[in-house]
């Protein structure tokens, strides 16, 4: 079996996609030869890419990444030098990223940043326009990028993100003008080779994270840092054997709300606070003597309007928390199917492989199955905007009665 090759620079970055770094350190080397104006083969550049892969593979990483090779000065991603250090850190001019914090991403915004993208770059080689989460594209901010790439400007590149190159998440016709990256499922022992190695944790418990992880990189780093994101990891997990009586449904269901809500909370909590103090004093609302009254009052007004977006931002947050829970209550599921099938595939759960084997023995396939498309329909359900609790508690319900 031939090993991996050993990513360098900016790309180490990369956990597990060998294959994208090749694609993409390749085209950052042929748009170095275009700004030095060298003949490059057809194709080996172009001004609009999707990355698209699971949660957790590093869509925004790579997107990241591809942007510091862009901005290098060897053309190469070397990592060490003032383009590269720039982007990675998040400050370099010529790169402008849009990360939604809410459930889409507008119109409005998406037409301010194809005004930018249309200048030419002022410290760096290219104009980089970043978007994460493709997906959350509002119809008329898919009609405002889509003009951007239909004509795109000399020297913007655009890199979209998104789960997938599906229609329901980006436009046919955004998807046939961009070159297509697929990022891959990280194999856990790169994703644990990179806790270790970058993040410090100890070998046997970053082992562990990476092997319940599911292949998704942030949430590994999570268990293995986070105390809390362990305890209710064990919670969910509870939930499938735990449902014995009737009020079980109920009792259960508050469980992942309440630990969704308190995952979200925690996250947003320290990050509004620090936004709201410093809008306060940006607009002088946090100032004393003469005239404040009025400098006072417009910073309420857009104390206001933040709170808005913060708002929205935590319900996309408790969604996403709670996503992730009831992918790791369907990959529970999964493992109980292929135990009870004999299949001896590797277990997302293998903690809890006594747990798994019990649940093989007491329920019929058929049931798994049921039990299994309730969690798929309730994540389907919430992204279609139906009360979190509302989807919640059906599933649960059907989870008991098989």
């Given at each position: 079996?031939?090993e991996?090759p050993?990513?360098?620079?900016?790309?180490?970055q990369?956990?597990g996609?060998?294959p994208?770094?090749?694609?993409l350190?390749?085209?950052?080397t042929?748009?170095?030869?275009?700004?030095?104006?060298?003949?490059?083969?057809?194709?080996?550049?172009t001004?609009?890419?999707?990355?698209?892969?699971p949660?957790?593979?590093?869509?925004?990483?790579a997107?990241?990444v591809?942007?510091?090779?862009?901005?290098?000065s060897?053309?190469?991603g070397c990592?060490?030098?003032?383009?590269c250090?720039?982007?990675?850190?998040?400050?370099?001019?010529?790169?402008?990223?849009?990360?939604?914090e809410g459930l889409?991403?507008?119109?409005?915004?998406?037409?301010s940043?194809?005004?930018?993208?249309?200048?030419r770059p002022?410290?760096?080689?290219w104009?980089?326009v970043?978007?994460?989460?493709?997906?959350?594209?509002?119809?008329?901010?898919?009609?405002a990028?889509l003009?951007?790439?239909?004509?795109?400007?000399d020297?913007?590149?655009?890199l979209l993100?998104a789960?997938?190159d599906?229609?329901?998440?980006?436009?046919?016709?955004?998807?046939?003008?961009?070159r297509?990256?697929?990022?891959?499922?990280?194999p856990?022992e790169?994703?644990?080779?990179?806790?270790?190695?970058r993040?410090?944790?100890?070998?046997?418990?970053?082992?562990w994270?990476?092997?319940?992880?599911s292949?998704?990189?942030?949430r590994a780093?999570?268990?293995?840092t986070?105390?809390?994101?362990?305890q209710r990891r064990?919670?969910?997990l509870?939930?499938?054997l735990?449902l014995?009586?009737p009020?079980?449904?109920?009792?259960?269901a508050?469980?992942l709300?309440s630990?969704?809500?308190?995952?979200?909370g925690?996250?947003s909590k320290?990050r509004?606070?620090?936004e709201?103090?410093?809008?306060?004093?940006?607009?002088?609302?946090?100032?004393?003597?003469?005239?404040?009254?009025?400098?006072?009052?417009?910073?309420?007004?857009?104390?206001?309007?933040?709170?808005?977006?913060q708002?929205s931002r935590?319900?996309?947050?408790?969604?996403?928390?709670?996503?992730l829970?009831l992918v790791?209550?369907?990959a529970f599921?999964?493992d109980?199917?292929v135990?009870?099938?004999?299949?001896?595939?590797t277990?997302?759960?293998?903690?809890?492989a006594?747990?798994?084997s019990q649940?093989a023995?007491?329920?019929?396939p058929d049931?798994i199955?049921?039990?299994?498309?309730?969690?798929?329909e309730?994540?389907?359900a919430?992204?279609l905007?139906?009360?979190p609790?509302?989807?919640?508690?059906?599933?649960?319900t059907?989870?008991?009665?098989?």
């Amino acid at each position: 079996m031939t090993e991996a090759p050993v990513l360098i620079g900016v790309w180490k970055q990369l956990v597990g996609q060998e294959p994208a770094a090749r694609t993409l350190s390749s085209a950052s080397t042929a748009a170095a030869r275009i700004i030095e104006n060298q003949p490059v083969a057809p194709g080996a550049m172009t001004h609009a890419w999707l990355v698209t892969g699971p949660p957790g593979s590093g869509r925004s990483t790579a997107a990241r990444v591809f942007a510091a090779a862009l901005q290098c000065s060897t053309g190469t991603g070397c990592g060490e030098c003032p383009g590269c250090r720039t982007v990675v850190a998040g400050t370099h001019a010529d790169v402008k990223l849009v990360a939604p914090e809410g459930l889409s991403i507008s119109v409005a915004e998406m037409r301010s940043l194809v005004q930018a993208a249309a200048r030419r770059p002022t410290t760096g080689r290219w104009q980089v326009v970043i978007i994460e989460d493709a997906d959350r594209l509002t119809e008329g901010a898919s009609n405002a990028l889509l003009k951007a790439v239909e004509e795109p400007p000399d020297r913007t590149v655009f890199l979209l993100c998104a789960p997938s190159d599906h229609p329901d998440d980006v436009s046919v016709t955004i998807r046939s003008r961009c070159r297509l990256v697929t990022l891959r499922t990280p194999p856990a022992e790169a994703i644990a080779q990179v806790l270790v190695e970058r993040d410090g944790i100890d070998p046997e418990r970053a082992k562990w994270a990476a092997s319940v992880s599911s292949g998704h990189v942030g949430r590994a780093r999570r268990l293995a840092t986070d105390e809390a994101a362990r305890q209710r990891r064990s919670t969910v997990l509870r939930i499938p054997l735990g449902l014995r009586r009737p009020s079980d449904v109920f009792t259960c269901a508050d469980q992942l709300i309440s630990a969704a809500e308190a995952d979200a909370g925690e996250e947003s909590k320290v990050r509004d606070e620090a936004e709201r103090s410093e809008l306060r004093t940006a607009m002088g609302g946090d100032g004393v003597g003469k005239g404040v009254a009025g400098a006072k009052r417009a910073a309420e007004a857009a104390v206001k309007q933040l709170e808005k977006r913060q708002k929205s931002r935590a319900t996309r947050t408790q969604r996403d928390t709670l996503d992730l829970a009831l992918v790791d209550l369907a990959a529970f599921y999964r493992d109980v199917l292929v135990t009870k099938s004999g299949a001896g595939a590797t277990l997302n759960h293998p903690d809890h492989a006594s747990e798994i084997s019990q649940a093989a023995s007491a329920w019929a396939p058929d049931s798994i199955l049921r039990r299994l498309e309730a969690v798929l329909e309730c994540r389907e359900a919430i992204d279609l905007n139906v009360k979190p609790r509302i989807a919640v508690e059906a599933m649960v319900t059907t989870l008991r009665q098989g």
